[in-house]
């Protein structure tokens, strides 16, 4: 819809088109910022219908003059750096401007005629680095007289190696400047400067001086509410100790209400009025849910408990395969057992201990009656697996 309807496009985007002409924006009536940027224009036009426009950014084209711009009354920011413009005019009917970036061009070259119409604008923020602006009498002739001027960008001309102390001078006769060229102007540099307009660096350093004494006697000032806060709330932390210490009633039977105690009573009054509006009907199912749910599984578990308690129960009958082996434990097959025959006096499953450095036993050929023994043994615990 936006493709079809131009009325209601608010941004337009033409730059890096090369286009060497700007037309055919009668139709963007509702059209607030146009970038059209590097591009080939030589000169600004197209723009009878844009009464809204906000932001113009025309830079890196190759204007020579500025204008066309009458129907722009609202024009709030207008950018024309890098191009070829050589004078500054055709603004004073722009009562909304409050950016210009103009760096970069050709201004400066006649001197302060090139700039004086800035003299009749509303602009705010101004950047005219990297021109040709030479004549020092630009400051107190245009800039001075710039009763809206708050940022100001100067460097890259010649008038800045000109204008006697740069900084402290225009900081002096801009009385409304918030921003020179890379630094703020903060209060007490104004201070310094306006000294220094007055009565040189001997004054400068004296107002200097002042304000470091005005810092200093504020944080003074600032720690000794401190400390008298402090003392203040020790003092009162006294006092309310000293009346407790000699009252016979308690925070929970003192007559006196205080107002905390007010207040929480009367949200607890307002709870219990309102006790069926504050019911959760969702919390408390989800409640019961989860507690059905744990009765559920504790059941379970104890099911599962009584049954394998059963089971461990179960008395395990064993075959006697020989009086001999009636006192042996058959619960644990070990390896050792089959080629071994238990020592006289040394029950099944416990190693004798042996003596330092002796070397293990040979291990000797097992017995008929022994391997009836194991064989027994292991048929009687595969019988329990079972």
Same mark, same amino acid.
């Given at each position: ?97 409050? &950016? %210009?970036?103009? !760096?970069? $061009? +050709? #201004?400066?070259?006649?001197? @302060?005629?090139?700039? =004086? ?7 705010? &923020? %101004?950047?005219? !680095?990297? $021109? +040709? #602006?030479?004549?020092?009498? @630009?400051?107190?002739? =245009? ?8 940022? %100001?960008?100067?460097?890259? $001309? ?229």
């Amino acid at each position: 819809m936006y493709y079809r309807s131009e009325e209601l496009n608010d941004k337009l985007f033409i730059h890096y088109k090369g286009w060497k002409e700007l037309k055919n924006l009668e139709g963007w009536t509702g059209l607030r910022a146009l970038y059209a940027e590097c591009n080939a224009f030589d000169r600004i036009s197209g723009l009878s219908q844009c009464r809204n426009l906000r932001s113009l950014f025309l830079q890196e084209n190759c204007i020579h003059k500025i204008e066309g711009l009458e129907a722009c009354p609202l024009l709030w920011n207008l950018n024309l750096s890098s191009n070829f413009i050589e004078r500054i005019e055709g603004l004073s009917h722009l009562r909304s401007l409050n &950016t %210009l970036t103009i !760096q970069k $061009n +050709k #201004i400066g070259f006649a001197g @302060v005629e090139d700039v =004086v119409h800035l003299v009749d604008t509303t602009i705010s &923020t %101004l950047d005219l !680095q990297d $021109n +040709k #602006i030479w004549d020092p009498d @630009v400051l107190p002739e =245009v800039f001075a007289r710039m009763a809206d001027l708050r940022v %100001l960008y100067l460097k890259g $001309n010649p008038c800045a190696k000109k204008i006697p102390n740069y900084r402290k001078g225009i900081t002096a006769v801009c009385e409304n400047l918030k921003y020179l060229d890379d630094r703020p102007v903060f209060p007490e540099d104004r201070r310094a400067a306006d000294a220094f307009n007055r009565g040189g660096l001997e004054e400068e350093r004296a107002e200097r001086r002042r304000i470091k004494e005005e810092e200093n006697a504020k944080h003074e000032r600032n720690m000794k509410a401190f400390q008298e806060m402090i003392e203040a709330v020790r003092r009162e932390k006294r006092e309310r100790d000293a009346m407790r210490a000699e009252d016979k009633f308690t925070d929970g039977t003192d007559p006196v209400v205080t107002t905390e105690q007010r207040m929480q009573q009367q949200v607890d009054k307002w709870r219990e009025d309102n006790a069926e509006d504050l019911k959760d009907d969702a919390r408390e199912h989800a409640e019961r849910c989860l507690q059905s749910e744990r009765e559920t599984r504790s059941a379970d578990s104890d099911a599962e408990s009584n049954e394998c308690g059963g089971e461990h129960r179960e008395p395990q009958t064993e075959p006697e395969a020989s009086g001999s082996t009636r006192g042996e434990d058959h619960r644990k097959l070990v390896y050792e057992d089959i080629w071994e025959a238990p020592e006289p006096g040394v029950s099944k499953g416990v190693t004798p201990a042996m003596p330092a450095f002796q070397p293990p036993p040979r291990h000797s050929a097992p017995t008929p009656a022994h391997a009836e023994k194991v064989a027994a043994s292991a048929c009687t615990e595969l019988h329990d697996l079972d």
